[in-house]
T-cell receptor
């Protein structure tokens, strides 16, 4: 089964709308969780991370909280901008996966002005 | 500035040819990775190396080969055995103990 499951996109929002991109994971241990962002034609950049349960990662107005009870790491932003249009990847890393990064399928976000 | 450099940005391959994608990092990271990205499928791991002169197959290694003769360099060869090589290839490195990956800008390979 999937190790990281993201909501399917594309997600299309108007500028200043609230964003949620859902991410759930499968792991028996305590993985680290990440959100990466990919702008068109580029590589991935780390957006935020959390390394233990109840940690909140935040960066550039984006937030995600490590929820072990629901095995989730949903990405949120209170007010999106056109410049946030990109592909967002949820990922995990942990001993169970040989300390390799395991990525979800990615979610395309399109923000309209 | 430290970072990861992939070259070329665009690469065209004829049927039956081998091509090599370059990945160089000056971050002094031990571990390096190659991923393949196809639309709607996220990133799939091809090969990885956690130390010089050692590397392991990832999930989709068939038709690819790598070498790790220097810490800074991790080239990927796409061989003629890879039947569907058209994709976006991403190289990454991770410093041990941090889990954070740094990615190159990618190489888009197209079979013509």
């Amino acid at each position: 089964g999937d190790s990281v499951t993201q909501m399917e996109g594309p997600v299309t929002l108007s500028e200043e709308a609230f964003l949620t991109i859902n991410c759930t994971y499968t792991a028996t241990g305590y993985p680290s969780l990440f959100w990466y962002v990919q702008y068109p034609g580029e590589g991935l950049q780390l957006l935020l991370k959390a390394t233990k349960a109840d940690d909140k990662g935040s960066n550039k107005g984006f937030e995600a909280t490590y929820r072990k009870e629901t095995t989730s790491f949903h990405l949120e932003k209170g007010s999106v901008q056109v410049s946030d249009s990109a592909v967002y990847f949820c990922a995990l890393s942990g001993e169970e996966y040989g300390n390799k990064l395991v990525f979800g399928a990615g979610t395309i976000l399109r923000v309209k002005s | 500035d430290g970072g990861i450099t992939q070259s070329p940005k665009y690469l065209f391959r004829k049927e039956g040819q081998n091509v090599t994608l370059s990945c160089e990092q000056n971050l002094n990271h031990d571990a390096m990775y190659w991923y393949r990205q196809d639309p709607g499928q996220g990133l799939r791991l091809i090969y990885y190396s956690q130390i010089v002169n050692d590397f392991q197959k990832g999930d989709i290694a068939e038709g690819y080969s790598v070498s790790r003769e220097k810490k800074e360099s991790f080239p990927l060869t796409v061989t003629s055995a890879q039947k569907n090589p058209t994709a976006f290839y991403l190289c990454a490195s991770i410093q041990g103990g941090t889990d954070e990956a740094f990615f190159g800008q990618g190489t888009r390979l197209t079979v013509v």
